[in-house]
């Protein structure tokens, strides 16, 4: 499904716009995101689109994506703030209790299938207690299900990721609509914003 540059010409394709989940994260997390010396994982920044947001707010930001070139393209004027990560999320190694907010949005389905488990272990150990995780995962009836290259989870599973949160919500989304490279696109999908307990 991925050609070798699929993901770079995506992220220049997006809006420089803050999505409408950073701004639901923060109101919904925001008993614990109201300091400005918080530290934020952002897993596939792309080129930093959400990240600047975070950096507005005065967080620290470590922001991971497997493109160096997307990576390269973030400019921002709080570079002291900012910790640019090339790695792929299997490559990933991250230290316990570091992050009061680890933030995806829909790049964590992208970690293959046979690593997914551990790399979702590492981000929960990576969290800090009160901790806010805010994701996006793809259900088992989405049309990228049967691709290697993608984890998709049916309902029981995606529940499962989260024991020992509080569920800030979870939402379980069916619809079509395209995506980047399909004119039309049957997604199932998980949003989730959970706090540590």
Known sequence: MLEDNFWYVYNN?????????????????????KSDELEVLELGCGQGRDTKEF???????????IDGASLNQIQVEQSEK???????F?????ERNSYDLIYSHYS???????????????ILLSLKKNGILA???LGD????????????????????????FELLKFEELEFSKPSFNQ???????????????
Request: hydrophobic fraction near 40%.
């Open 90 to 94: 299997e490559d990933l190694v991250l």
């Open 55 to 65: 950096l507005r707010r005065g967080f620290s930001v470590s922001a991971v994506d």
């Open 13 to 33: 394709a997006q809006s420089d716009e803050p999505r409408d989940f950073v701004f639901e994260v923060l109101k919904l997390g925001s008993d614990v995101l």
């Open 108 to 122: 964590i389905p992208f970690c293959e299938k046979k690593s997914f488990y551990m790399f979702w272990e590492n």
């Open 141 to 164: 009836r989405d049309d990228w299900a049967s691709d290697v290259q993608v984890t998709t989870l049916n309902f029981k599973e995606t529940k499962s990721l989260f024991k020992g």
């Open 183 to 197: 004119d039309e696109k049957k997604w199932h999908v998980y949003e989730v914003v959970a706090q540590k307990n």
């Open 82 to 88: 900012i910790k640019k990560i090339n790695k792929k």
């Open 135 to 137: 994701v996006q995962l």
